[in-house]
């Protein structure tokens, strides 16, 4: 009988830490706004980030927190016009589950350059003009309307890029698809995927483009048009294991 009332009692506690882990006992919003900012630099622990463009002049840094154990925490400083954003480590597990969340949100000007960074967490970009160098090393990267020089990786996870103006892109997905969709023809896209598929799509250009792909073990499809070997327009697209694969003009 003792031993029947030990399981029972080890099972509710179990469930209750399930419980704790699916709904955190601690929620908290922060909103803080930082003016004459020259240059964005985020480097988190654990932490979903989305940067987007704003209206104004100023960057907003928002953020969601939920937790059970441990606080989280988000900080941010102002050094010589460069804020700085980033997030105390995500600790805090209960029978091996994490209970801490940490989701930023930044409004910034559309020019603002950017760099980024996440150890562990989706980074989420959109409509933004100036130069971002983004990387996660466990997450996606998802980019929508950006027209300004494009550096992207991620370590572990997809890359996925939509309504892409810039004329030089690089990228890199050591484990993932890398997907790149334009909707004006880029000057230079430079790129691989270690494990994963490579995808690009191109519009129509007058001139063409010149394209370099590389499989090692997995297909190459270029289209039959549109590609011009003496173009100024370069594509450059490597993939160790999975396929590359390059259109060009609608579908």
């Known amino acids: 009988m003792a031993f029947v009332v030990l399981l029972l009692a080890i099972g509710l ?24 900012v020259t240059r964005l630099s ?6 979903d980030v989305r940067v987007r463009r704003g209206t104004g002049s100023a960057v907003t840094v928002a953020s969601h927190l939920e937790w059970s154990s441990d606080t989280p925490k988000v900080t941010a400083a102002m050094h ?10 995500c600790r805090g597990t209960q029978f091996g589950i994490q209970i ?4 930023i949100t930044l409004t910034v000007p559309a020019a603002l350059p950017a760099t980024l960074r996440t150890d562990s967490g989706d980074l989420n970009i959109s409509d933004l003009s100036g130069s971002v160098d983004a990387k996660a090393d466990s997450g996606n ?12 990786r991620a370590d572990s996870g997809d890359i996925e890029a939509d309504e892409l103006s810039s004329k030089t892109v690089r990228f890199n997905a050591n484990s993932g698809d890398a997907t790149l969709r334009f909707v004006t023809a880029p000057s230079r896209v430079v790129g691989a995927a270690d494990s994963g598929n490579v995808t690009i799509e191109l519009p129509n250009t007058s001139g063409g483009y010149d394209l370099a792909l590389h499989a090692d073990s997995g297909g190459v499809h270029a289209p039959a048009e549109g590609v011009h070997r003496e173009s100024s327009r370069k594509i450059r697209a490597d993939a160790d294991s999975g396929d590359v694969t390059v259109r060009v003009g609608n579908p």
């Open 42 to 47: 985020v480097d988190t622990d654990s932490a």
């Open 80 to 89: 010589a016009g460069t804020l700085s954003v980033g997030t105390s480590p």
């Open 100 to 103: 801490c969340r940490i989701r």
């Open 13 to 36: 506690a179990v469930t209750f830490g399930l419980r704790q882990a699916m709904h955190p006992a601690h929620r908290a919003d922060h909103s803080n706004t930082y003016h004459e």
């Open 141 to 152: 990267v998802k980019v929508v309307g950006l027209s300004g020089p494009l550096t992207v």
